[in-house]
């Protein structure tokens, strides 16, 4: 934080990652976003960021999955939403945590907008990206028209 401080970075686009309970007060406190990656077994856990929800709220926290290295879980952040909703935390800050932070934060380059996955292109695997395709094996195109796409379309609550 002091570098980024030294470099004169706006606070607010910057997520400090990998926080627990000591450093979550301070990355708070000076204006930073708090980011908390949840690994079933080591660094920040379902049980433990609950609490510092229960202590902190849900203002400039983002909780996040790893699977990066070691024993990580995909489903970190849904089963960090799903503890701390049966813990009594309120919906809202879930959501704000789980969802709404990582959107703004992330969001602030303009490179990622809810839009870009409530309402994606339609799937045509004819499009080559580079020159190169995802097909393999002469398998067939899957082509998917945007009246395919609205039958089938995500809804996420």
Known sequence: MDVCDEHGLDHGMVIID??????VAETLQRGFWAGFSIYPSTKMGNARMVEILRRYGGERIIVDSACDWGISDCLGVA???QLALER???PETVERVCYRNALEAYGQS???AEEHWLNPPAIDQRTLYAGNSILRGGREPHIETPDDRRA???LID
């Open 18 to 23: 990998h926080n627990n309970e000591e450093t």
């Open 79 to 81: 089963k960090t939403a």
């Open 88 to 90: 009594g935390i309120p």
């Open 110 to 112: 303009g490179q990622m």
């Open 152 to 154: 089938r379309r995500l």
